[in-house]
């Protein structure tokens, strides 16, 4: 199975700082890469797919980017409801991964 | 309203079986590949299977972990989806997702994303 790895697990930010999350997958994926929100207690909810193509009703200031192995999820302006868990998966194998997710907490 | 909701989640023993239903509504359920995503308590998400539109062959994948002992099917006469489990183990207590799979296509070839998703139902095994 092709394994995802997000970096870093957890970081602290404060609302409008630029957040960067990566994602590198264990063998070229393509841009079969997508991104996930999840909140406490609630399903995940996808932001970002195909690599880079922004889900309709998402705001603007989450763009996804990348190729091949590294990909990155990007939060221009962090807002207070933009504290969750952020998860990247590929699409590209017969069998789908996630990655381990990526905490975003308040500073 | 387009939504999922899930059914059928509880507390079972080791070595039982379960099965979960979704029902879908809102949109065109026999148009649309269909995925099963667990998370269990504290953990990341998971993959569990999917099963393509009738269409595309009605075919299913399944994660190494379930391989063999889970079985997805689809009603499209009842818009619903299901996940048959057998020989449960502890290491499948989760929270059981299902979510639609649609597609990006470009250039000749096609992604698969988990679009809509239910609110989920707990699986607990545990003797």
């Known amino acids: 199975d092709i394994q995802m790895t997000q970096s870093p697990s957890s970081l602290s930010a404060s609302v409008g700082d630029r957040v960067t999350i990566t994602c590198r997958a264990s063998q070229s994926i393509n841009s079969f890469l997508n991104w996930y929100q999840q909140k406490a207690g609630k399903a995940p909810k996808l932001l970002i797919y195909?690599?880079?193509s922004l889900q309709s009703g998402v705001p603007s200031r989450f763009s996804g980017s990348g190729s091949g192995t590294d990909f990155t999820l990007t939060i221009s302006s962090l807002q207070p409801e933009d504290f969750a868990i952020y998860y990247c998966q590929q699409s590209f194998s017969t069998f789908w991964t996630f990655g381990q997710g990526t905490k975003v907490e308040i500073k | 309203e387009v939504q999922l909701v899930e059914s059928g989640g509880g507390l079972v023993k080791p070595g039982g079986s379960l099965r979960l239903s979704c029902a879908a509504s809102g949109f065109t359920f026999s148009n649309v590949w269909m995925s099963w995503v667990r998370q269990a308590p504290g953990k990341g998400l998971e993959w569990v299977g999917r099963i393509k539109r009738k269409t595309d062959g009605g075919t299913t994948d399944y994660a190494a972990p379930v391989e063999g002992r889970f079985t997805i099917s689809r009603d499209d006469s009842k818009n619903t989806l299901y996940l048959q489990m057998s020989s449960l183990k502890t290491a499948d207590t989760a929270v059981y997702y299902c979510?639609?799979?649609?597609?990006?296509?470009?250039?000749?070839?096609?992604?698969?994303?988990?679009?809509?998703w239910g609110r989920g139902t707990l699986v607990t095994v545990s003797s």
């Open positions: 195909a690599a880079s």
């Open positions: 979510t639609t799979t649609p597609s990006y296509c470009s250039g000749g070839t096609c992604s698969w994303y988990f679009d809509l």
